[in-house]
């Protein structure tokens, strides 16, 4: 039924969890976000292009990005899909296409993440961080908790330098591969986040489940982990009680992932089936016009 409503219903709804269609949009909530006292990750949505001029596109505009974010002055980074860049196509395409955004971000000494997609491009995009990172040490990967492989991929990828992103995963993916119990996840991400941790990596801890938020913050405070070694991330617009002012509060950096840009459509109906009370407010909105 949410495929079927017009755009216009959406767009109220959307506009909590995306920037903008626009950079000069963006900017001013990025601008906003900073000044509240978090840091932030630019994404530019959408994923799969289907042909190289569309790659190249999305390319340019990420490098063109990170000079917006030099001149505007803003706490910030950058996450692409590997996808978006060309991936599906051709693994050339997309290697050359993040070669260029690196290139970029380098220039201004800037970071910047790959986020993982589904599990056909696990692999490729691991395999694509370990050919870059040693020339662009200054970038990340992101490993998924509800993937039976994430704990090994942590324990192999791990050292001085190995920023990942902890997330749980949002993609349906067959259970020979995935964990599917809830607290099975919680548990994985628990020890994704505790090996990368005890060894002499990065963790930016992503997720919005506030009780694993708490065990791990009670993890970090036990073992007295420096908080340059970790960081937490949230998605912008998630209502999250209070509780990440609580992790400022503690000297923790807070990331907020700010999407933007034309494809907002679709990232909106995902963020609807992950909350599907909203809809009550869509479809009142949808009654009023």
Known sequence: MIRIMPRWSIHPFAKTYVAGESVQETVLVVKKVNDRGFTCTLDILGEHVKSGAEAENITREYCDLYDVIAVENMNCNISIKLTHIGLALDKTIATDNLVRILKQ????????????????????????????????????????????????????????????????????????????????????????????????????????????????DEWIESTQVSSNRFEFQVLYGVPMGGRLEQLLDKGYTVRQYVPFGKEWFDYSLRRLKENPKIMSYVLGNLFKR
């Open 105 to 216: 971000a380098k220039k201004h000494d800037n970071f910047l993440r790959i986020d993982m997609e589904n599990s056909p491009y696990t692999q490729q995009t691991i395999d694509l961080y370990k050919n870059c990172v040693s020339d662009y040490p200054n970038m990340g990967i992101v490993l998924q908790a509800y993937l039976k492989r994430s704990l090994e991929d942590a324990r192999n990828l791990n050292r001085t330098g190995f920023n990942t992103r902890v997330c749980k995963g949002i993609y349906d993916e067959r259970e020979t591969i995935a964990l599917k119990d809830r607290a099975a996840i919680q548990d994985n991400f628990f020890n994704i986040t505790k090996e990368i941790l005890s060894g002499n990596g990065f963790a930016a801890i992503a997720t919005h489940d506030i009780p694993l938020i708490d065990r791990i």
